[in-house]
């Protein structure tokens, strides 16, 4: 299993791009951090999520 934002989930042999596919994220948006290290977003469809990887995903809201 993953951890994905403190959810445990079945997507381990996924890539980043592949799993934020069946997500509402927008990627634009968004940081992915994968046992405590940023991912570049030209590295999304190379990075394949491994069973006990830690993956935390931020989005940034715009506001004033």
Same mark, same amino acid.
């Given at each position: 299993?993953?951890?994905?934002?403190?959810?445990?989930?079945?997507?381990?042999?996924?890539?980043?791009?592949?799993?934020?596919?069946?997500?509402?994220?927008?990627?634009?948006?968004?940081?992915? $951090?994968?046992?405590?290290?940023?991912?570049?977003?030209?590295?999304?469809?190379?990075?394949?999520?491994?069973?006990?990887?830690?993956? $935390?995903?931020?989005?940034?809201?715009?506001?004033?």
């Amino acid at each position: 299993m993953v951890k994905i934002n403190g959810i445990e989930t079945d997507v381990f042999g996924k890539t980043i791009s592949e799993y934020l596919a069946t997500t509402d994220y927008s990627i634009g948006r968004i940081a992915v $951090e994968r046992n405590g290290e940023i991912v570049p977003k030209a590295e999304y469809d190379s990075v394949v999520i491994e069973d006990n990887d830690v993956i $935390e995903v931020v989005s940034f809201v715009g506001g004033g």
